[in-house]
């Protein structure tokens, strides 16, 4: 079959000369291989809202990005996209700020995005759009008359049907979702969120082979559990691994990492006490333990992201202040982002990492630190059973996040886990992480949305 031209459509999209970080590289090496289009916003604000699109680069395929006003800015993005589709899409509906303004300009600006996009397509081109940010862009695309394949992945969970209700725009999530022709998704548990809501509130049935049909439109809703780039990790591991030695840990002293946006959905705090519980509990009190969480700020003007930041200081300064001694602070806490390369060190110097979030698209971390692991002394992986990945890597120590006695009994188990129970958990790990990396995730959704498309006969 011939391979189609890509259009894909991000909400941010790279600006500089080599990107960076999985997901980017996976769809540049994508639209590398068949040639394409890149289209997102430039992440600047304009003065008027304007439908020009700027050329960022020409070769090896176009990227293509776009400003939005101020007004788009905060309605769309930082008030419908991250104060009411997050939320709710982290079982957080008690965060959700409902503003009919802001709903209406995020409705607007996909409108405005799909004339852009319209403007660019031809007519084999597969488009592939990305994430939460661009729910209703398929259907504003049919109704400008493309019938391209279009495809859709969602990289955070897809609600349960019992927060649905709290989305005032929930009765046209169908006719959004339905305008696809391939719905991607996470893990099997959203696929059964997803369809659930379909069946029950959207009204479509399932038809032969898992499509469903709504209305005149059939599309396809699966799990593709997004991966790393392995080797890509492993080999900064190994080049950066004296990153550790700048800790200055004492003779014997523990390691343990948490990596994450601070982001109320990782569980930040909940960890912190679990650490706290884990020195209190511990058999041994010569043992020490460092607790590094790297938590760089992120979306700092939605009012929830102030608050997650205050807990978790307040919780980090709790512990320390019961458990410190003179020459050794138990949580060091580092709010700013860290050079890739430098994480890879880390990783692979940490003797356990907690990936504790209360909800989880996938989580990346989890897999970058078994990527990073010396096979031969690996360090453990914990791991939330509210991660994505949780559903592919069931050899980690599997902890509730929200009972901090029970994660902290983990870390204690995980510090004395002995090297031949860490190496075979490693490797069962890393052979899953291996088998579904980012090649395999870019290949599988795209192999699937090239052949998407309604059943003869039905
Ligand atoms: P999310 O997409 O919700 O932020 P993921 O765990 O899936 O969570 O992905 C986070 C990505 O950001 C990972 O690739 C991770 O390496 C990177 N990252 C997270 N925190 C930092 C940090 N403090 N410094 C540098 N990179 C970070």
């Not at 919780?315 to 390369?341: F, K, Q």
């Not at 971390?365 to 453990?380: L, M, S, T, W, Y």
Request: aromatic residues 8%; hydrophobic residues 40%; charged residues 25%.
């Amino acid at each position: 079959m011939p391979e189609h031209r890509l259009v894909v459509v991000s909400n941010r999209i790279p600006t500089g000369e080599a990107p960076s970080g999985g997901l980017v590289v996976a769809l540049h090496d994508a639209l590398k291989e068949r040639g394409g289009v890149w289209i997102g916003s430039s992440g600047s604000t304009a003065e008027g809202a304007t439908e020009d699109l700027h050329t960022i680069a020409e070769e090896p395929y176009q990227r293509l990005s776009f400003d939005l006003s101020e007004q788009e800015n905060e309605g769309y993005y930082l008030g419908y996209s991250n104060a009411v589709l997050w939320p709710l899409f982290h079982h957080r509906t008690d965060l959700i700020a409902v503003d009919t303004e802001h709903a209406r300009i995020y409705q607007e600006v996909n409108a405005k995005v799909a004339r852009m996009v319209a403007r660019v397509v031809g007519p084999d081109d597969l488009i592939w759009i990305q994430d939460y940010h661009f729910l209703p862009l398929a259907s504003e695309l049919r109704k400008l008359g493309v019938d391209n394949r279009i495809g859709f992945f969602l990289h955070i969970p897809f609600p349960n049907s019992s927060d649905m209700p709290a989305l005032p725009e929930r009765r046209l999530m169908p006719d959004w979702l339905s305008a696809y022709d391939l719905v991607g998704l996470q893990t099997q548990r959203d696929v059964s969120n997803a369809l659930d809501f379909l069946l029950r509130d959207g009204g479509a049935e399932i038809l032969l082979r898992g499509r469903l049909r709504l209305g005149n439109r059939q599309f396809e809703l699966r799990s593709f559990p997004i991966g790393i780039d392995v080797d890509a990790f492993a080999t900064a591991s190994t080049e950066n691994a004296g990153a550790g030695e700048r800790l200055r840990l004492g003779p014997g002293e523990k390691l343990v990492l948490g990596v994450d946006r601070l982001d109320y959905s990782k569980g930040i705090p909940n960890r912190v006490e679990a650490f706290g519980e884990y020195l209190r509990g511990r058999p041994d009190p010569e043992q020490r333990a460092t607790l590094l969480q790297i938590a760089p700020p992120s979306r700092e003007n939605v009012e929830a992201y102030r608050d997650i930041r205050h807990d978790l200081e307040t919780i980090s300064g709790r512990v320390n202040g019961e458990m410190a001694e003179l020459d050794w602070t138990p949580v060091r806490y580092i709010r700013r982002n860290v050079p890739r390369d430098t994480l890879a060190g880390l990783y692979r110097r940490a003797d356990a990492c907690l990936v504790t979030p209360l909800a989880d698209g996938m989580n990346l971390v989890a897999k970058e630190f078994v990527a990073a692991q010396d096979p031969e002394n690996p360090g453990v992986l914990i791991l939330s059973h509210f991660a994505g990945a949780a559903e592919q890597l069931d050899e980690a120590l599997m902890v509730n996040p929200y009972d901090a006695v029970e994660a902290g009994k983990a870390i204690q188990k995980a510090l004395d886990m002995p090297l031949h129970e860490r190496r075979a958990r490693h490797l069962s790990l890393i052979r899953s992480i291996r088998d579904y990396d980012i090649t395999w995730w870019t290949e599988a959704y795209l192999g699937a949305l090239q052949e998407a498309g309604p059943l003869r006969g039905s």
